[in-house]
């Protein structure tokens, strides 16, 4: 895995934990990221590449990042859409964080300030900063 995002591209990627937490991701360690219908996220899911680290957020009621995955297979069409040109990327999961990063630890984060998470908050496939993702990798060491 890419453990830097020097000389690639880092994501966020958002889930409600009630549909799919990082533990069942876990627990399967492997699964199809389908079911996105917006387009830029779309699009997002497009400029993947395989081994592109990702961070999984636990949205809703959680609201933190608690997992690094990365990206195990490219942009296909998503199976579970019955019209229009989406698509959708297998993930694997690597590792829980030992220290989750909640929402509020975020916004009050001078270095994440301008994370697409805060800027963008209903996005559910987003493109994170080198620094942004070497800075979290930090706080959930």
């Not at 899911?45 to 957020?57: I, T």
């Not at 019209?83 to 509020?104: Q, T, Y």
Request: with cysteine; net charge positive.
């Amino acid at each position: 895995m890419k453990t830097s995002c020097a000389a690639v591209r880092c994501w966020l990627v958002k889930q409600e934990p009630a549909a799919y937490s990082f533990a069942q991701f876990q627990k399967d360690k492997k699964t199809a990221w389908t079911g996105v219908r917006n387009f830029q996220a779309r699009n997002n899911l497009r400029a993947m590449q395989k081994g592109d680290p990702v961070l999984y957020y636990h949205s809703n009621d959680d609201r933190a990042i608690v997992g690094l995955a990365e990206v195990a297979k490219t942009a296909y069409p998503d199976p579970t859409a019955t019209e229009g040109d989406w698509s959708c990327v297998d993930l694997k999961a690597v590792r829980p964080f030992a220290k989750s990063l909640a929402l509020p630890e975020i916004k009050a984060d001078a270095k994440l300030k301008d994370i697409a998470l805060i800027r963008q908050s209903r996005l559910s496939v987003m493109l994170i900063t080198p620094d942004e993702f070497a800075h979290i990798l930090k706080r959930t060491a």
